[in-house]
């Protein structure tokens, strides 16, 4: 097994000050919250011939459309995936104020995706088939096939000049760009990140889901956080939501070492942080990690947060709404209350995060 990850400094100075999201509750951080505190479901109904066989609900932004989040100019070959993190970056912009970007070059960019769109890939494969030759296609569809292009339009879009960077994990997706981000700011590359991920719902990514034998609904969206140095959030008037104490992952042989592999991340993370599994008042898991043997020395009942119940198999997106969740709890917690985040990749990797709310 491998091992990776970040413990915090002890003074735990990298705070999450803010964060937004586009999600199949709506658009926006206060959309987020809402559903989540009125713990609905937003998955509904499709109304599609096309889609593989049981598939009949997924968790959909409503209403939404690059055309729709971002207006009319610019947005003719952009695809869903980008239209989404575009949104949802712009979104965080606007509720820091005009002089978040006051100096853009110290601003990073951190953003995880799938592996790109995978409807752009596969519109892009067709048309190079089924066109008179096999470059008769639309080239300004072509930079929707890269992955890395919904991080890189965000930045240009909304002038984020720092360190830009794409992330790619599957589940584990959102942590490996938090533990990235947190990497940046320790450098010195820059004094504050804008870190998150972002999923998008489309039929094509059901097929694939579907073909490797994964029938639980699925869903898109995006969350994005800040994630600063404690004195230079205060310096900007925000105010802490929670620190970062520790990251931690590891990569899995076998299905059967999965949980012995989460149980060691878990371990690892909570002594880095110099905490205890009872400390610990919020899990937010990817999945079905309830009988994870690392928390087996929790001495409370931590509340459980299982957004794809909510919101459908996120993949990418899935660890930036577990943490978006439980910045929303944390709220009604007592101050000082460590969140445990998890996430398992079922290719391999297992990651968690540890904060305190």
Known sequence: MMAHGFPADRGGDLVLSTWSAVSPFGWGH????????????????LDDKTLPPGVATAGVIPDFSPES?????????????????????????????????????????????????VQSVIDFSVDSLTGARPYDVDPARFPNTVMNKAAAESAIWHGVRGPNTTVVGENATGLLALSNAARLLRAGRCDRVLVGSVEEYTPQRAWFSWHAGQHRPLGEGGAVFVLERRHDAADAGRTPQATLLSTRFRAFHAPADRERALAQ????????????????????????????????????????????????????ASAGFQLAAALVTGANCAPGTLALITSVEPAGTVGCAVLRL
């Open 30 to 45: 206060e959309a987020f919250a809402d559903g989540l505190r009125a713990g609905r479901t937003a998955l509904t109904p």
């Open 265 to 316: 991340c878990v371990t690892d993370a909570l002594s880095d942080a110099a905490a205890h599994p009872g400390d610990i008042g919020v899990v937010a898991p990817s999945g079905d990690e309830t009988g994870c043997s690392a928390l087996t020395g929790v001495s409370r009942n931590p509340q459980w947060l299982h957004c794809s119940a909510w919101l459908g198999e996120t993949s990418a």
């Open 69 to 117: 989040a971002l207006g009319r100019k610019g947005t003719r070959s952009m695809d869903r995936v980008t239209a989404i993190a575009v949104k949802a970056v712009g979104l965080l912009v606007e509720r820091c104020g005009p002089g978040f970007l006051a100096t853009p070059e110290r601003v990073g960019l951190t953003l995880g995706t799938g592996s790109g769109s």
